[in-house]
């Protein structure tokens, strides 16, 4: 089992960065791939983007890719979602999430902090 903390989010302008972070407890960081998911008021969480055990493959949604990056450390139990030219349609709250794999699909992931708001003024 795993426990994931969000931190890092707030509120910024159009055409800035934030970079999000999720530290996990437990010693079986490494062997979980990790997700981030958002959840945007009145919708359903949507895949932001996704990243091996190792860190060797990445996934993400289209309406991310050139902007955000996802990254981890498991040395720090930790995985990293780095977000340039934010735009006003980002503004959800994160989540990020853990899995044996990665995974687009938010209900077949088992594990997950309690989210980040992120807000981008425009």
């Known amino acids: 089992q795993v426990q994931l903390v969000e931190s890092g989010g707030g509120l910024v302008q159009a055409g800035g960065s934030l970079r999000l972070s999720c530290t996990a407890s437990?010693?079986?960081?490494?062997?979980?791939?990790m997700n981030w998911f958002h959840q945007a008021p009145g919708k359903e969480r949507e895949f932001v983007a996704a990243i091996n055990w190792s860190g060797s493959t990445t996934y993400y949604a289209d309406s991310v890719k050139g902007r955000f990056t996802i990254s981890r450390d498991n040395a720090k139990k930790t995985v990293y979602l780095q977000m340039n030219s934010l735009k006003p349609e980002d503004t959800a709250v994160y989540y990020c999430a853990a899995d044996k794999t990665p995974s687009r699909d938010y209900e077949s992931v088992s594990y997950w902090g309690q989210g980040t708001q992120v807000t981008v003024s425009s």
């Open positions: 437990g010693r079986t960081f490494s062997t979980y791939a």
